[in-house]
């Protein structure tokens, strides 16, 4: 699979978007720096941003990996007004474990964090960020 300028051999390709290459039933799109994210308290848009590798892209944007913890936050927090959660507190809790860059897993579609300022808070993947359309 051409990812960019890099061949990726260990993910598939579902006919709709770069899926994981887990078992099958448990196959899921990875996330890309730019993904939209949703926390139950944020009255907004909320973003991840891509710091920890440089390799390996999808549709041109980073791959986003389980130590990538930064988030760009647009709205309100319900708990405390503006929210200044700029990034997930411990790591993504799912990550490939077929696949690694630079010694790290790529997050999956289905993955959540915590929040930095308000644990109890969880921040969830809304779009992954690849456009995931069907190749003819």
Same mark, same amino acid.
């Given at each position: 699979?051409?990812?960019?300028?890099?061949?990726?051999?260990?993910?598939?390709?579902?006919?709709?978007?770069?899926?994981?290459?887990?078992?099958?039933?448990?196959?899921?799109?990875?996330?890309?720096?730019?993904?939209?994210?949703?926390?139950?308290?944020?009255?907004?848009?909320?973003?991840?941003?891509?710091?920890?590798?440089?390799?390996?892209?999808?549709?041109?944007?980073?791959?986003?990996?389980?130590?990538?913890? #930064?988030?760009?936050?647009?709205?309100?927090?319900?708990?405390?007004?503006?929210?200044?959660?700029?990034?997930?507190?411990?790591?993504?809790?799912?990550?490939?474990?077929?696949?690694?860059?630079?010694?790290?897993?790529?997050?999956?579609?289905?993955?959540?964090?915590?929040?930095?300022?308000?644990?109890?808070?969880?921040?969830?993947?809304? #779009?992954?960020?690849?456009?995931?359309?069907?190749? #003819?």
């Amino acid at each position: 699979i051409r990812i960019d300028s890099e061949i990726l051999e260990t993910p598939e390709r579902s006919g709709e978007g770069i899926i994981s290459k887990e078992p099958v039933g448990k196959q899921r799109p990875y996330v890309v720096n730019g993904a939209e994210l949703s926390c139950e308290f944020l009255d907004g848009d909320l973003r991840l941003s891509t710091t920890v590798q440089s390799k390996e892209y999808i549709e041109g944007k980073i791959l986003a990996v389980e130590d990538d913890v #930064n988030m760009l936050p647009a709205g309100k927090c319900k708990k405390g007004g503006i929210c200044s959660c700029l990034c997930g507190l411990g790591k993504w809790d799912s990550v490939s474990q077929s696949h690694e860059v630079a010694g790290h897993k790529p997050i999956l579609s289905d993955a959540k964090i915590k929040c930095s300022v308000y644990p109890d808070a969880v921040i969830t993947v809304k #779009n992954p960020g690849q456009s995931m359309k069907k190749e #003819n």
